[in-house]
């Protein structure tokens, strides 16, 4: 079982479309039984609430439905629990290692890593371009895939 914990700052635009994509591919791919995929937050602004309407409209659009998503904070304990901790961009990163204690296992990452060209995803609370992030955050978790599939034998 691979566990895959996808984090951005409030847990309502991209860790939810990341989970939701992520978890969408592996189905596509007959792995879902291999993997366990979840997202949270590193802040604590939006805990309980659902995934923010724009992005929920463009999951929906793209056959996603995220009903029942709400936000959590990341957790100490979700160091343990998970095998790779995906964070959106260097600040989740930072609070990351923050809330964790450190990073001794080399579990925290971000998302577009393994893309051609790594970078942090950008935030659509700021940038109002939900359809960028949604392209990012596509082809962050099909190099993550291809990445974990290589390096597990799936």
Request: hydrophobic share 35%.
């Amino acid at each position: 079982m691979i566990r895959v914990l996808f984090v951005c700052h409030g847990n309502i635009c991209r860790s939810p479309m990341a989970e939701f994509v992520m978890k969408q591919l592996v189905e596509e791919a007959g792995l879902a039984d291999q993997f366990e995929i979840a997202s949270a937050a590193t802040s604590t602004e939006e805990i309980g609430n659902g995934v923010y309407p724009p992005v929920r409209r463009l999951l929906l659009r793209h056959g996603i439905d995220p009903a029942g998503k709400t936000a959590r904070q990341m957790r100490r304990s979700d160091y343990d629990s998970y095998d790779l901790l995906i964070g959106m961009d260097s600040e989740n990163i930072r609070n990351m290692r923050r809330i964790c204690g450190g990073d001794p296992a080399g579990k925290i990452r971000l998302l577009l890593d393994d893309a051609q060209a790594p970078r942090d995803i950008s935030d659509p609370w700021y940038t109002r371009d939900f359809d960028r992030t949604w392209r990012d955050v596509q082809e962050g978790c099909r190099a993550l895939l291809a990445h974990l599939t290589q390096r597990e034998g799936c």
